[in-house]
């Protein structure tokens, strides 16, 4: 069978497997729309806890940044899943004892107040969207590549896979699709991994590979050998990052606490039987997402040596087949600067920003581009997010390796929209219509509510997934400071102070949305030709400014609260009770 | 280990007293826990890194390798300490009821 069958086989039947599981699990109640009627086994929870976080992102762009990145890609790595942590220890447990659907739910009783619980509407659908146009982009681009089909027609199927099992199952349905589709990426990861570990080092463990000797004699470390072959080329070292230390750990704790702030995440707790379960659920949520985030590194720092000796110095007519298709697909592109024909890739950039096609081929045959002109003598230009979804190519690997890993990345990018859309469609029918607007509303009609809400929301997102604005990939970095700055502390003190009240909650998350909305927007959007390290405060980037929004939150949450009038009594006893496990002090 | 086992139906006093200290010591856990949280994170791999790299583990240096590995492993060992300690302090302070 050729490759191109084996890809449609796979995709084809992890497409049939998702429907069915979803059709079979379908929701009957509001209760079992939203929360699976809290009846989902911790480690089934912690299975569908790590699909649903691992999105596109982690399975097509991560490995990507990091052989791009070196020691500087650690703040994903530690980023997302340190918050685990934090979610575990500090959140997870005492939210499920409060009980109820949603993130908003607990923010608007603990704060008794509305407004609170509307604020944090607009901060969860605002984190929502910017993720979600993440992930049909991630669709689109595995479509486009892999099946041939147009990126648009790409993202319509996605969209349609989605409404299936998200409008039908609600989270019932979710979880169960997504724990296949976990299975499938945590494979698609794993076997090229092992593959590529294996013949990279002779060792098959990626975690001990990327430890180990290189397999050529030659008696170097892997990391070695990478760290040398990049310093004679001009780049630094691999070990080595280039950003600055306060950055690094701002970025990093951004990431941190964004991940145990995320709506979609949070909610997932909710689903399990107990307080005792959320704990356990937690710890097999992080097991299982350490899996891939832990051979991610190695993945990148082989792919990034393998495609150094594979491209550089190699004339471009005998360039692999996998640079031709990427280039195809505009993601590669060959500046032949000194018009020998051969590929010299260097440190800087080939041309100014990403390429623009001419119709136009070079003396070798190469695409050509109308990019303005850069100095330096790099010739390569590459888009990071290829590394994974080109790699079995680049290792040679079998065609079925392959197809494995197309069906991986949509399963990554539909679990993780299909999540979205759940939390998305419950903020606008529970808190919204049932909390806030028309409390009277019917069961019936709540639950009808959240279908035509998850229809409208996966319309927008494919919108967005088929023309995607220009900012997308530029705000990434809003959701996790955002989720940082205004949830994680109105949540965190609601359990761990008895004393903060409405005031100063809804004071401090203004404060931090504020303050970091409009530092990441200066820098992303209105000015971004001055995001560069010297005019940023104390020299954070807008990716980790989260964290002083975080602070600025606690310190105007803690300020007013002390300067208004104490919650009332029964707040005092709500929190007494989720503080206790079990039914103990119900 | 429970007085109020065998002292009969406790007071208000007795089960606010008991609860607060079982409030308390889940603190206490988590203080402990978020510090070592910390200095595997954001001191080895972050504040320390440089210091570290002095020794490898392999071919890892040992600051890259508590950023890019050994912090996630250590992560996935505070929560399985958290949650068997937790049943400890729960049984302990008779909060285990379902």
């Keep these: 069978m050729t490759t191109q069958t084996l890809i449609y086989l796979f995709v084809g039947a992890s497409f049939a497997l998702y429907i069915g599981i979803a059709i079979a699990s379908r929701a009957a109640s509001t209760s079992e729309f939203y929360v699976a009627d809290g009846h989902v086994h911790p480690i089934v929870n912690g299975m569908a806890t790590a699909a649903d976080w691992m999105s596109a992102a982690s399975f097509i762009s991560m490995a990507g940044l990091i052989a791009f990145l070196g020691y500087d890609g650690s703040v994903y790595l530690m980023g997302w899943t340190g918050g685990y942590v934090m979610l575990a220890l500090l959140l997870a447990p005492y939210l499920r004892k409060f009980g109820q659907y949603t993130v908003p739910d607990f923010i608007g009783a603990r704060y008794y107040s509305s407004a609170a619980r509307v604020v944090a509407v607009v901060c969860l659908i605002f984190i929502s969207f910017t993720y979600i146009a993440g992930q049909m982009r991630g669709v689109g681009i595995v479509f486009s590549r892999f099946l041939e089909v147009p990126v648009d027609l790409g993202v319509i199927i996605g969209m349609g896979i989605v409404f299936v099992y998200a409008v039908l199952g609600g989270m019932k349905g979710i979880t169960y699709t997504q724990v296949a589709q976990y299975c499938v990426l945590i494979f698609a990861y794993m076997v090229p991994a092992f593959f590529i570990s294996f013949l990279v080092t002779g060792n098959p463990v990626p ?105 550089n110095e190699t004339p471009y007519t005998q360039a692999p087949g996998w640079f031709t298709n990427w280039e195809e697909n505009d993601l590669i592109a060959f500046n032949d600067r000194n018009g020998d024909g051969v590929m010299q890739y260097r440190s800087g950039d080939p041309f100014a920003g990403a390429p623009v096609f001419t119709e136009e081929r070079g003396a070798s045959g190469e695409r050509l581009v109308s990019n303005d002109a850069t100095e330096g003598e790099n010739e390569v230009y590459v888009d990071r997010d290829i590394m994974v979804l080109a790699n079995p190519e680049i290792a040679n690997l079998p ?29 606008v029918s529970h808190d919204l219509l049932k909390q806030t607007f028309r409390p009277k509303i019917t069961e019936k009609g709540e639950l009808r509510a959240a279908r035509i809400a998850a229809t409208a929301a996966i319309l927008v997102a494919g919108y967005l997934g088929i023309y995607p604005p220009g900012f997308v990939a530029q705000v990434v970095a809003f959701a996790f400071g955002l989720a940082a700055a205004s949830l994680f502390p109105a949540i965190f003190m609601g359990i761990f102070s008895k004393r903060m009240n409405k005031e100063g909650a809804i004071a401090g998350m203004v404060t931090g949305l504020t303050f970091t909305f409009l530092y990441i927007a200066w820098f992303k959007l209105w000015s971004p030709e001055s995001n560069v390290a010297e005019n940023w405060w104390f020299g954070i980037s807008p990716e980790g400014i989260g964290v002083i929004g975080m602070l600025l939150n606690f310190a105007v949450a803690i300020s007013v609260s002390a300067a208004t009038k104490a919650p009332p009594l029964e707040i005092r006893r709500l929190v007494d009770r989720i503080r206790l496990p079990g039914n103990a002090g119900a | 280990m429970d007085e109020s086992e065998n002292a009969g139906p406790e007071s208000e006093e007795q089960r606010i007293a008991r609860e607060s200290g079982y409030w308390r010591a889940n603190v206490r856990l988590l203080a402990v826990l978020m510090t070592i949280w910390f200095i595997v994170s954001f001191g080895c791999g972050i504040l320390f890194r440089d210091f570290l790299d002095q020794w490898s583990l392999g071919g890892y240096p040992l600051g890259f390798w508590f950023a890019q590995q050994g912090s996630i492993y250590v992560f996935i060992l505070l929560i399985v300490v958290y949650v068997r300690k937790m049943r400890v302090i729960e049984r302990e302070y008779g909060v285990d009821g379902e």
């Design chain 1, 207 to 311: 975690q001990i590979g990327l430890g180990s000797q290189v397999a050529d004699g030659s008696g170097l470390y892997v990391l070695q050998k990478l760290d040398g072959t990049l310093t004679d080329l001009g780049f630094t070292a691999y070990t080595d990052g280039t950003k600055s230390m306060i950055d690094i750990f701002c970025i990093t704790a951004a990431l941190m606490i964004g991940t145990a702030g995320l709506p979609h995440v949070i909610v997932r707790f909710f689903t399990v039987p107990s307080a005792r379960d959320a704990r356990k659920s937690a710890g097999w949520a992080l097991v299982f997402i350490a899996l891939l985030y832990t051979t991610a590194p190695a993945v990148g720092a082989f792919a990034r040596l393998n495609f150094v000796e594979t491209v």
């Design chain 1, 399 to 427: 065609g079925w390796v392959i197809a494995l890993v197309a069906a991986g990345g949509l399963a990554a990018a539909l679990s993780t929209a299909a999540g979205l859309l759940l939390v998305i469609s419950t903020a």
